[in-house]
């Protein structure tokens, strides 16, 4: 067990990073994230803004949409994160097939509703403590 394993077990809550470029997209997650009992620690818009956040926290878990502002792609973003070891979860209108299968716990299907959130952090959770991803609804699946 890590000690991020650890973490989450401790914290009902994940603390999320909130990769989309829509901005009242970005705030609606951020305001369910917060409903839900969750934290939302950052938002970034494309590949540099999410790096530049994540040199000022850790979270345990980020929320990528796959097309982003100036042209960036999500899955970019995907590939950076997963190599510092954050997990990330697709939150678009278009999943990616097997080329985000590697980078990615799953993906959760625009729009986005609350309660599909809600499955999709719990699912993440018990993913990232090594756990059985319980029954998703149809808007979420994991790889």
Same mark, same amino acid.
């Given at each position: 067990? &890590?000690?991020?394993? &650890?973490?989450?077990?401790?914290?009902?809550?994940?603390? $999320?990073?909130?990769?989309?470029?829509?901005? #009242?997209?970005?705030?609606?997650?951020?305001?369910? #994230?917060?409903?839900?009992?969750?934290?939302?620690?950052?938002?970034?818009?494309?590949?540099?803004?999410?790096?530049?956040?994540?040199?000022? %926290?850790?979270?345990?878990?980020? #929320?990528?949409?796959?097309?982003?502002?100036?042209?960036?792609?999500?899955?970019? $973003?995907?590939?950076?994160?997963?190599?510092?070891?954050?997990?990330?979860?697709?939150?678009?209108?278009? %999943?990616?097939?097997?080329?985000?299968?590697?980078?990615?716990?799953? %993906?959760?299907?625009?729009?986005?509703?609350?309660?599909?959130?809600?499955?999709?952090?719990?699912?993440?959770?018990?993913?990232?403590?090594?756990?059985? $991803?319980?029954?998703?609804?149809?808007?979420?699946?994991?790889?």
């Amino acid at each position: 067990m &890590t000690d991020r394993d &650890t973490e989450l077990n401790i914290r009902d809550g994940l603390e $999320v990073l909130v990769v989309e470029d829509e901005a #009242l997209v970005a705030m609606e997650i951020e305001f369910m #994230l917060e409903e839900a009992g969750h934290e939302a620690i950052a938002s970034a818009d494309d590949l540099e803004s999410t790096l530049s956040a994540i040199e000022n %926290c850790e979270p345990d878990l980020a #929320l990528v949409d796959i097309q982003l502002a100036f042209g960036d792609s999500g899955l970019d $973003v995907a590939k950076k994160l997963h190599e510092r070891g954050i997990p990330v979860l697709f939150a678009t209108g278009n %999943c990616p097939g097997e080329q985000g299968r590697p980078l990615a716990l799953g %993906c959760l299907h625009k729009p986005i509703v609350d309660r599909t959130l809600r499955a999709a952090l719990a699912a993440a959770k018990e993913k990232l403590a090594g756990r059985e $991803v319980p029954p998703l609804p149809s808007s979420v699946h994991f790889y």
